[in-house]
Nanobody, 126 residues
Framework: QVQLVESGGGLVQAGDSLRLSCAAS????????MAWFRQAPGKEREFVGS????????YYEDSVKGRFTISRDNAESTVYLQMNTLRSEDTAVYYC???????????????????WGQGTQVTVSS
């Protein structure tokens, strides 16, 4: 059983930064591709970005490129989402997700990920 626990959400102003963390347990973290998704009220859950099992490569959705950075610490079984220059449209519940390593392949669909955290709320006021 894999458990994922997000933390770090909160209320910030537009232009501020925030770092989310996702602590994993119950599996060999370094063998899993990790991703962040978000879901705004009334909208479907959408892909934000992902990072390979080694941490050497990452991929981002267009609207967050250059503002968000995903990193991971395999020794600590934790993945991070650094969010800079936040906008009101970034307001959402943010989820981390895991799937067995996909190598160079990037999956953006929710049904490609096997494990999910409970989510953490990020609210950006304008």
């Amino acid at each position: 059983q894999v458990q994922l626990v997000e933390s770090g959400g909160g209320l910030v102003q537009a232009g501020d930064s925030l770092r989310l963390s996702c602590a994993a347990s119950g599996h060999t973290f370094s063998t899993y591709t990790m991703a962040w998704f978000r879901q705004a009220p009334g909208k479907e859950r959408e892909f934000v970005g992902s990072i390979s099992s080694s941490g050497r490569s990452s991929y981002y959705e267009d609207s967050v490129k250059g503002r968000f950075t995903i990193s991971r610490d395999n020794a600590e079984s934790t993945v991070y989402l650094q969010m800079n220059t936040l906008r009101s449209e970034d307001t959402a519940v943010y989820y981390c997700a895991a799937r067995p390593s996909s190598g160079a392949l990037v999956y953006t669909a929710t049904n490609k990920y096997d494990y999910w955290g409970q989510g953490t709320q990020v609210t950006v006021s304008s």
